[in-house]
């Protein structure tokens, strides 16, 4: 871990936050026409720094790696040249675009914002949960065969 972060906390600089900012909005961008937010929305954003935690090393690097592929910091360039700087970092670090792009869906899919404009009533899934389609109980055939895996508790 770098001097900027411990265990808990982990900070970005601004200009880090700026590419960051760049990246979620060309991921998701804002749709007036649908009236959906985009990700680098304030609110969705600020939940996207606040959940960096466990995330951090690799976000720390694929920013640096973004801003280096872009020669420079990527909000600096025009949106046309961002779109392939940003595909050539999707192309040669899938893995840390991942990271990103999971990051970003976490945030934004649980946003009352978004989810009201795609019809998901605005409460926590648990503890009323959702209705599961019932499957077929004979998939778990293989698994119940193979026995206990785990130790007996008291």
Known sequence: MTPRQTADTFTLSDAERETLACIVGHMIPAS???G???ADDP????DIIATIHRDAPMLEQALNM???IAGGR???LASDEQVAR????????PELAGVIEALTARCYYRDDRVLA???MPLRPPFPQGYEVEQGDYALLDPVRARGRIYRQAD
């Open 74 to 76: 990527l909000s600096d």
């Open 43 to 46: 609110a969705i954003f600020a």
């Open 117 to 119: 404009a795609i019809g």
């Open 32 to 34: 007036a026409q649908a």
């Open 66 to 68: 973004v801003n280096d």
């Open 86 to 93: 940003l595909s050539t970092f999707r192309a040669r670090h």
């Open 36 to 38: 959906m937010p985009g």
